[in-house]
């Protein structure tokens, strides 16, 4: 899809401009810009005729996005009179449309939809000459208009056109400007998780050292090798902890897709993964697929999801796992299925943003970090990950990777 094409949808679908769900339904539609209402009105004004409008014209539709002297509304690009020469780029102007073969059979001029005679229509094009619809002017009466009104249309028409473009841009700033405020809460929101997490065995290890120092000052170092120990073993923890978030913020930068197997790269996590697979007596069989991704953070998301699986396991309920994929319509889909602990509606939203743990009874000690990776693999390689329940116990993880894969 061209930018101009984008432009052009972006009027439809991003303008507050909602598409009916039939193509001979009314629109019931917000006020139209009021710079398109201008336009519209200015150019009824210049041709003197009792009806104009602005169209946008795609594959399928005739969409009016401002009109004056009727309610806008949608057709089928079939029945459509500006659809029938607006791709040639030049102006058409007909005294009686009845009289023109090419438009004298049309449901707004046969009296099937409507009687129109006069009519003139300016296609809207841009500067590389991409054509958007057009402006365009009609009546139930046969007319004409002079050189100097059809050049006042024509002018008409480059600025709605220029206006198309900038509600466009508008929107998309407007749409950055959120995303940046969204982003802006999520990054406070992540900046308070971490020192939260971080400031805890921070002051363990500081606690301990004092106690060693003091127990140094009083000459009785027997605690010292026990101090050590937990300082250790808590500088262990927040260092995972620290891996684990820079591992988090460079996720889904540069991709490079590569033809993977779904078996292959499951048995290279299996073999990361032996000694705890081992341990919890574990089972794994996957499904055949191939598709395309980035195999470095693919086998970061199985990883992390096979890992799950295992680590929020029932008790004395050995894992289960079940890993398929196949080719939906917005590219290959993966799942990873388990006869865990499961998770609740509630958290299944809540559990793929950073940070963000369930602290439920049995659960293993973790970073927050694991589900939120796997969903950030996923909109980078422009899908999503989705988590599910099975009918007894259990998850279902299922990915989407998007169009590419």
């Known amino acids: 899809m061209t930018v101009n094409e984008i432009v052009r949808d972006a009027v439809?679908?991003?303008?507050?401009l909602p598409i009916p769900s039939g193509p001979d339904a009314r629109i019931v539609v917000p006020i139209p810009s009021e710079r398109l209402q201008n336009l519209v009105e200015l150019a009824r004004t210049v041709c003197g005729?009792?009806?104009t409008a602005i169209n946008i014209i795609t594959e399928d539709l005739q969409y009016q996005v401002a009109t004056a002297g009727i309610d806008p509304h949608m057709c089928a690009r079939e029945d459509s009179m500006c659809a029938v020469g607006f791709?040639?780029?030049?102006p058409t102007v007909l005294e009686d449309a009845s009289l023109d073969p090419r438009?004298?059979?049309?449901p707004y001029v046969d009296g099937r939809r409507g009687r129109v005679r006069f009519y003139a229509s300016i296609p809207l094009i841009t500067d590389d000459g991409f054509v958007l619809g057009t402006l365009c002017a009609g009546s139930r009466e046969t007319g004409r208009i002079s050189d100097e009104q059809l050049r006042g249309l024509e002018i008409l028409a480059a600025q709605v056109v220029d206006v198309l473009h900038l509600e466009h841009r508008a929107r998309q700033l407007a749409g950055a400007l959120a995303e940046a405020e969204r982003s802006n809460g999520l990054l406070a929101e992540f900046a308070g998780r971490i020192s939260h997490d971080l400031?805890?065995?921070?002051?363990?290890?500081?606690?301990?050292?004092?106690l060693a120092e003091m127990d140094a000052e009083a000459g009785d170092d027997g605690h010292s090798s026990d101090y050590l120990d937990i300082v250790g073993n808590t500088g262990r923890r927040m260092l995972s902890m620290v891996e684990d978030v820079l591992a988090f913020a460079t996720i889904g930068g540069d991709l490079h897709p590569a033809h993977l197997s779904l078996p292959e790269l499951v048995q290279d996590v299996v073999e990361d993964l032996a000694a705890i697979l081992q341990e919890s007596g574990a089972s794994i069989d996957c499904g055949e697929l191939t598709f395309t991704a980035d195999a470095g953070q693919t086998r970061v998301l199985l990883q992390n999801l096979i890992h799950n699986a295992v680590a929020y396991r029932r008790p004395r309920v050995p894992p289960v796992i079940h890993i398929t994929g196949h080719r939906g319509e917005e590219g290959a889909v993966?799942?990873?299925i388990d006869n865990g602990k499961g998770i609740g509606p509630a958290d299944r939203e809540r559990v793929l943003d950073p940070l963000v743990r369930l602290h439920r009874e049995g659960d293993p000690p973790g970073s927050?970090?694991?589900l939120a990776t796997c969903a950030r693999i996923a909109a980078a390689a422009g899908g999503r990950l989705e988590i599910g329940p099975i009918p007894d116990v259990g998850t279902i993880v299922t990915v989407h990777l998007g169009p590419h894969s």
Do not use: D, H
């Not at 438009?103 to 049309?106: A, D, E, I, K, V």
């Open 368 to 370: 927050g970090l694991g």
């Open 334 to 336: 993966l799942r990873v």
């Open 49 to 51: 005729q009792p009806v």
């Open 199 to 210: 400031r805890n065995p921070l002051t363990t290890i500081l606690g301990y050292v004092e």
């Open 103 to 106: 438009y004298s059979g049309n």
């Open 87 to 90: 791709l040639s780029g030049a």
């Open 12 to 16: 439809l679908a991003g303008a507050g």
